[in-house]
């Protein structure tokens, strides 16, 4: 038997020997591994404490039970009262490199800079009721001084359908029937976020899910791209990501539109200006943070200029030199291009790849460097259209792959991902909430991780899902696997920075500011749950 | 873009040149190429004409979407009015390699079998109502005749608790309130089987959903281990197999039991009458299809001794002893050992190593050989006990992995069982009725085949799952890629002839007598849907 244990134990060293964390296993210091152990005996604590209640079933009888990496949108309450949840929370994140600009700052926040705005109107298809309550999609718009009207509710029975009235008027003289002010707020939480019943109930495909959540988009809109909205939404974005202990930002912002609407009203905002104002708060936040002697918490943030795959391959030409001439007015800012949207219905990259090569020679050409950063394989599919576009965000030699969740399936892209050292940005929750996996131990992550690939965990669209930061999404993955510890996340953490856009220099020195919160974390834990163990 | 196109070309087939049917692909005829295409073209079709229409949503408002490779038990109806399932009931399947005897018969048809045996009483440990219908979980056995009694019924409340009621009589006299005799077969059914309330609501992890699939053995085995049921029951599973075109069984048997319950209500049919009974119905049936001209359709059936993971290394040495005795009686009919039962929460192969270890030994002194098949990694752990029995399984030597969901986790293990030849039998429909994935396009086998890992489809427990046959476990995976071809079902078909425990001289005569059903095959889905394509 010391024969088998000895062939054991060199089998499972084999087998993890790929594993991503594989190296950084050894050297952790022994501060880390008292903090280790902790943190492993809270899991496995709290899978039985918490993880193994059940709670009732509202539309069947009887109940569920409870498992640690359930379904996110009837977890959350659940979550953020555990133990593994505080900590998490406290630790130092680095880089989120996967995030829709459209879906960064907090329903609530929103609808409060929505309604600080008195150019801000509403109108509906429909006059508002119990009966269209739950399909009328409002639109937002800031209108011109001259368009202001004094019309007072959306649910009166004398509302014209289409007329604007002022989002201030129409909350206060909610009707009662639907709730009043608090009504009101409930309503436009619902439009602009996926609920559980329609998550885990009505809308049980990829494809009903993806018609919800983008008309969230489709709703958000009107008040992210009205300029003075649009400046408090990324402070805030900035903020909250620094509260969560997130230091660097890449966003993927759509340029889809050629212009914002400007404080007057007008739709005469161009790109160049929405970067100017980005680079401006940008600068006031990272001053901030300077002045706070909160130096630490903050390294940047960068943008990835995106559009929406809906385009002919003659539309994309005018986004390809916009994206030249933003990189060379902004180039500290722009630091990749991706084609944004559902992939099993939109168009695919193979759609784009002429225009996309002719994209690449014109930076050598001009001598500057805009990365690929593709959506590719976010699907269900086996040799569909979305599942190819791995192939071709491959071939155009992209520098990390979005989601990329059927990367799995694909032994060749795998290998290649580890000899190009291409990573993956894995968004666990909206893999989970847009149905891609019942939930997290259902996850191929883990496979992932295990064959070699790198992976950067990212929240993708919080707003919409709930899982602001990035501690939910680190939460639901490590409650979901023996195998990952304190070094996994340390990994996970750095490489996050690692395959970013940074420069050397820049990435040395988030490091070595990483390093230092690293340490506060580590004896965060020991101090807070050192009994506990 | 030509160079372009000609690299994607090459990277796809590099991608796909470790895939199970990759070599096969080449290979096919003239017809079947035809075929094949009509194939995925009624395929596509269905997608669109079948599986887009909506359901409704029993205990939520709205409807859902049906989606191919859906949950199954909600799937199910409308499975069978699809041309594709059509088509693949006709065709030859070869040999279903994982299935558990005690679970195998169509519980109407087990129903039957009980009513047509006087012996069989039936107790309850509470009068039945509708309080206790959903939880009193009834007890079958056959008794001998002095302990036959004349009580009437198990729904009067004069009934004594835990007495024993000839089955026909609880059955005739079932209470009115509770459905009469209709009642009395539909709580029969719903003690035997998973419904959906219970595996996609009130059962939601695989916790939960194995108690309940626990429980349907542990009802079932009175009737099923009382000899004259059993040999009824192996008839029926026999026949009901070739029916569905499968032309091998190789069965995992619970010995589990040390006696059967023979027809005088004694517990005293011993392991090798269950094998001499066994061998004796094969014959026949043999024997009938011969004479019937059906030769090609039935080569035989083998037995894997299988027992529960939950004895001690001590009481495991009687069964390794009582398994060599079987296999030096019947080695035609022994062809494995297995440990079976949820892996989660039972003893791990490890704990069993030593004995295993040394019955290889005794195997070797005796010149018989008894390879194990092991259940492993039948989980949604990653780095759990239940995960780990991989590592054992072959480290021990296993011939094939029942399950190995978890496989594709472990890129060491996945290249030994490339190297070595160790075939995964997946069970597509068991796995998403047991939690371990939501529906079908969420399963990890695209990946798994993708890698080079052979793979046999099996049913599993199709008497609890309702999947009897192997044509639903193939339409599943079908319909869940599009990778998936005519191709890829005959290369899975002949590897479950290639990874039986057939000697090489009985494979030799299976797949004769399979080329020559596989061409009538082809030609039935030219003759009958040529029109169509």
């Known amino acids: 038997m010391d024969d ?31 903090a280790d152990k902790m943190l492993r005996h809270i899991r496995s604590s709290e899978a039985v404490s918490v993880w193994s209640a059940t709670q009732p079933l509202k539309h069947l009888h009887g109940s569920q039970q409870l498992f640690p990496g359930m379904a996110f949108l009837t977890a959350r309450e659940t979550i953020v009262g555990t133990k593994l949840f505080d900590i998490l929370s406290k630790m130092p994140k680095g880089g989120l490199l996967h995030a829709h600009h459209a879906a960064m700052v907090r329903v609530d926040v929103l609808l409060k800079l929505a309604l600080s705005q008195p150019a801000i109107h509403i109108r509906v298809p429909a006059v508002l009721c119990s009966a269209t309550i739950g399909t009328a999609l409002p639109e937002f718009r800031g209108l011109s001084r001259a368009e202001w009207t004094t019309h007072p509710s959306i649910t009166d029975q004398r509302y014209a359908p289409d007329t604007w009235v002022p989002i201030q008027n129409a909350r206060s003289n909610f009707s009662h029937a639907l709730g009043g002010p608090e009504g009101f707020d409930r309503w436009f939480t619902n439009i602009m976020t996926i609920n559980p019943s329609e998550a885990y109930g009505t809308h049980n495909t990829t494809g009903e899910i993806w018609k919800k959540f983008q008309s969230t988009f489709i709703a958000a ?17 900035f903020y909250s990501s620094i509260e969560d202990g997130i230091s660097y930002v890449e966003v993927r912002m759509a340029f889809h539109q050629k212009y914002m609407t400007g404080a007057d ?12 104002l980005y680079d401006h708060i940008l600068k006031e936040v990272k001053a901030d943070m300077k002045q706070q002697g909160r130096e630490d918490e903050f390294v940047g943030s960068k943008i990835i200029y995106s559009i929406l795959r809906i385009i002919t391959p003659e539309e994309i030409e005018w986004y390809l030199e916009d994206c030249i001439a933003m990189k060379q007015e902004f180039p500290h800012l722009i630091s990749g291009f991706d084609l944004i949207g559902h992939e099993d219905t939109l168009l695919p990259l193979i759609y784009y790849a002429e225009s996309l090569l002719r994209f690449v020679e014109r930076q050598k050409e001009l001598g500057i460097e805009i990365p690929f950063m593709f959506h590719a394989g976010e699907t269900l599919g086996d040799g569909t259209v979305a599942d190819m576009n791995l192939y071709d965000a491959i071939l155009l030699g992209t520098k ?5 969740f059927s990367l799995i399936k694909h032994p060749k892209l795998m290998q290649i991902c580890r000899e190009r050292d291409i990573c993956v940005e894995v968004c666990p929750i909206s893999n989970e909430i847009l149905r891609l996996t019942g939930s997290m131990p259902m996850h191929p992550l883990p496979a992932v991780m295990n064959q070699g690939v790198h992976v950067a965990l990212c929240s993708d669209d919080p707003a919409v899902f709930g899982n602001m930061g990035l501690t939910f999404d680190f939460y639901q993955v490590f409650v979901a696997s023996e195998v990952n510890n304190l070094t996994t996340l340390h990994e996970l953490v750095w490489d996050s920075i690692r395959y970013s856009a940074l420069s050397h220099e820049e990435k040395e020195c988030a490091f070595e500011k990483l390093e230092r919160r690293w340490n506060i974390f580590v004896r965060y834990i020991l101090d807070t749950y050192g009994g506990a163990a």
């Open 4 to 34: 088998y244990h000895a062939q054991r134990k060199q089998l499972i060293a084999d087998d993890r020997a790929l594993r991503i964390d594989h190296a950084a296993q050894k050297e952790i210091s022994e501060e880390e591994r008292r």
């Open 221 to 237: 809109q009107g008040l992210i791209f009205f300029e003075p909205i649009s400046t408090e939404y990324i402070r805030e974005f």
């Open 265 to 276: 009203g007008e739709r005469n905002v161009p790109h160049r200006v929405w970067l100017q």
């Open 400 to 404: 990390r792959i979005g989601h990329g």
